[in-house]
Nanobody, 114 residues
Framework: QVQLVESGGGLVQPGGSLRLSCAAS????????MNWYRQAPGRGRQWIAG????????NYDASVEGRITISRDNSKSSVYLLTDNLEVDDTAVYFC???????WGQGTQVTVST
């Protein structure tokens, strides 16, 4: 089955960190670039990070650059998003996306709150 499955979300206090994971199956993961998006309540889906098939040259949206790190492990068919120094405005559902497959995961909720 061709799918992406995110995990690792949860409730965290401001200033905290989370590591999100996205496990791919059903396609040759190592051949495809991967992206992370997020969707805050009442807002559209926002691209935040992308990574090439080899893991080189990650790129980030300016609004989160310096606080997030995208990485991948092709041996595990997985892509990760490390989020640091989280803010209340980072509260959102986080999605991984394989653009050349047009494939989305179901999302994982991140809530930043005291």
């Amino acid at each position: 089955q061709v799918q992406l499955v995110e995990s690792g979300g949860g409730l965290v206090q401001p200033g905290g960190s989370l590591r999100l994971s996205c496990a791919a199956s059903g396609f040759l993961f190592s051949m495809y670039p991967m992206n992370w998006y997020r969707q805050a309540p009442g807002r559209g889906r926002q691209w935040i990070a992308g990574i090439s098939p080899t893991g080189m040259n990650p790129n980030y949206d300016a609004s989160v650059e310096g606080r997030i790190t995208i990485s991948r492990d092709n041996s595990k068919s997985s892509v990760y998003l490390l989020t640091d120094n989280l803010e209340v405005d980072d509260t959102a559902v986080y999605f991984c996306y394989a653009p050349q497959k047009g494939l989305w995961g179901q999302g994982t909720q991140v809530t930043v709150s005291t």
